[in-house]
């Protein structure tokens, strides 16, 4: 494991540790789409179709809407699916695990927020 993934996942287990006392996920729990579908839901589907940065998006117009626990647990896991993918997969679907630290990054911007609600 190179540094990059290291480093997300530590953050990825540090941050579910404080937000959701507990663990992440290593895997999204693959659910039949419906009308009701999750976010979970959601996003594994469309990173299943190839369609990572456009899941990335889902994302983060999530956290400008809800901006709560369970959307950046929803996020936590993302990262933490995308990490543990083949790097291959990745460059054939136009991402990167660079782009997953600086997705990281970009969604812990607003945690301090949450966790004080200021």
Do not use: W
């Not at 540090?14 to 895997?27: C, D, G, S, V």
């Amino acid at each position: 494991m190179d540094t990059i993934e290291q480093m997300i996942e530590g953050i990825g287990k540090m941050l579910a540790k404080i937000l959701l006392n507990k663990e992440p996920k290593q895997e999204f729990v693959i659910e039949h789409l419906s009308a009701g579908e999750t976010l979970h839901a959601k996003l594994d589907y469309m990173i299943s179709e190839g369609k990572i940065n456009e899941a990335e998006n889902l994302l983060f117009e999530e956290l400008m809407i809800f901006s709560s626990a369970e959307v950046y647990a929803a996020g936590l896991e993302f990262y933490a699916y995308l990490n543990s993918l083949p790097e291959e997969f990745l460059h054939e679907n136009n991402f990167s695990k660079e782009e997953i630290r600086q997705g990281l990054e970009d969604m812990l911007r607003d945690i301090p927020v949450l966790i004080t609600g200021i």
